[in-house]
């Protein structure tokens, strides 16, 4: 007998101001039968959502195409500002593999989806992580360098080319980074101090690229609406680089300019190896249960 595959799905779409957009959009994945949507959340200062949701590869694709088909419907680009990079409207789509599924099932529904989008909408379509299908775009970062201007300077000048869908991106929908990844961590901390400049610099130290942490993706952003500077990271290997080793770095970091961490927060759900609930409270984390945990939704019923 078979056993059931499960693939999760944590889209990232560059809306995070209108609740009522970012819910409409959840709602289009949940609708389809099969899927559970486990999460999403939005931040105005990034301008732009996470949602979350899993199943079985069919579900978990037709949900990812129903969830972006209706964020093209409601986002428009041109009128989008956010400290965050972005290339798309509906910006990137990982696909996960968990229970009883490979990571050739994950590139699987990743190709497939992206095939299928690009169809649908026009919009020009990058593989990455593991769906790469060239080692120029297997890193996010490098397809997201410069945001959906660099990307298009690129296309114009023959630097780089999508895997599916048009050589030029619509100003309304941008282009969309499609892969399949085994799960990260997307983690922030913010700092008790609206110094944007230190944020950025402590970026700067712990991001694997400038030689610092392994697997840390950082930039350094300020948080307007608060008057915070955040340093907002990607841990793409947890097993090797621990939140609560990021958390200390960030934290010497901070102390030696004589600020304090105000709060850590998660975005979307972690694995239970990563996080509980006294690595929690050290990390000064806002908002955790048990339900950010992937293995509290496991298995499906």
Known sequence: MNSIKIIECVPNFSEGRDPEKIKAIAAAASAVSGVRLLDYSWDRDHHRSVITFLGEPEYVYEAALAAGSKALELIDLRCHDGVHPRIGAVDVVPFVPLEGAKMSDAVACAHRFGRAFAARHGTPVFFYGEAAKNEITRELPKIRSGGLPGLIKRLRAGACQPDEGPNVCPDRSGAVAVGARMPLI????????????????????????????????????????????????????????????????????ADMAGVNILESELIGLAPRAALDEETAAYIRLIGFSAQRIIETHLPLN
């Open 186 to 253: 997307a983690y922030n901390i913010n700092l008790d101090s609206s110094d944007v400049g230190l944020a950025k610099r402590i970026a700067g130290m712990i991001r694997e690229s400038n030689g610092g942490l392994p697997f840390v993706r950082a930039i350094g952003v300020l948080l307007k609406s608060r008057n915070l500077a955040q340093v907002s990271m990607n841990l793409t290997n947890f097993q090797v680089t621990s939140i609560r080793k990021v958390f200390e770095s960030v934290r010497k970091e």
